[in-house]
Nanobody, 115 residues
């Protein structure tokens, strides 16, 4: 069994930065892609960014050039660096991992971008 624990959310002003972390624990062998999704109030959950075990990344168009994703395989941790944040980035951010082909989710961390 794999557990995903997110941290790093909070309140930030427009134009600011935050870094989210997600640590995987448990039987982590078999984790391939890790990433971040988000869900804003009244909207569906959407992809933010993913990174494969080999380091290949994928980003939503809305965050390209502002967000970066990285992964420390030794620490079983994935990071999301968010810069130039906008109010529309406000959402609950969920860590995701693909484990033997199954999507696993963290509980989420709230990011609020507001003055």
């Amino acid at each position: 069994q794999v557990q995903l624990v997110e941290s790093g959310g909070g309140l930030v002003q427009p134009g600011g930065s935050l870094r989210l972390s997600c640590a995987a624990s448990g039987n982590i062998l078999g984790i391939t892609t890790m990433g971040w999704y988000r869900q804003a109030p009244g909207k569906q959950r959407e992809l933010v960014a993913t990174i494969t075990s080999g380091g290949r990344t994928n980003f939503a168009d809305s965050v390209k050039g502002r967000f970066t994703i990285s992964r420390d395989n030794a620490k079983n941790t994935v990071y999301l660096q968010m810069n130039s944040l906008k109010p529309e980035d406000t959402a609950v951010y969920y860590c995701n991992s693909v484990y033997h082909g199954i999507n696993l989710w963290g509980k989420g961390t709230l990011v609020t971008v507001s003055t």
